[in-house]
């Protein structure tokens, strides 16, 4: 049979191997785990290219409003209404020169 003072060194030498595997999972888990530190890292350069994408949207939203603003019969800018109406109809003024770009224009 196991002696006394072989169970108790079992016992001694169990409590620290029983510690160390804890810090290991502990620490695996910490690092790769689902909320670990390297999708930690993932999800903060997601985060910053999402920032980026919306200040890219906001800035362009502001600008149409803008636009929008300057359109509005309270405010209305001759300049940008000239410039939308030729743009729309294709009219020029006189003395303009059109120039015809062969990419843009349907072929008949």
Same mark, same amino acid.
């Given at each position: 049979?196991?002696?006394?003072? +072989?169970?108790? $060194?079992?016992?001694?030498? $169990? !409590? ?6 804890? @810090?290991? *999972?502990?620490? *695996?888990? #910490?690092? *790769? #785990? ?8 993932? +999800? ?35 300049? !940008?209404?000239?410039?939308? $109406?030729? $743009?729309?109809?294709?009219? +020029?003024?006189?003395?303009? @020169? +059109? @120039?015809?770009?062969?990419?843009? @224009?349907?072929?008949?």
């Amino acid at each position: 049979m196991i002696g006394m003072k +072989t169970k108790r $060194a079992m016992m001694s030498g $169990a !409590l620290p191997l029983f510690c160390f595997a804890l @810090v290991i *999972y502990f620490s *695996y888990f #910490g690092i *790769y #785990g689902q909320h670990g530190l390297i999708t930690l890292v993932k +999800t903060k350069s997601e985060l910053e290219l999402r920032q980026a994408e919306l200040d890219d949207v906001v800035l362009q939203r502001e600008r149409l409003e803008r636009r929008v603003l300057l359109l509005r019969s309270e405010s209305l800018d001759p300049d !940008l209404l000239d410039e939308q $109406a030729r $743009a729309v109809l294709g009219y +020029t003024a006189p003395g303009e @020169v +059109t @120039v015809l770009d062969r990419k843009r @224009v349907p072929e008949r």
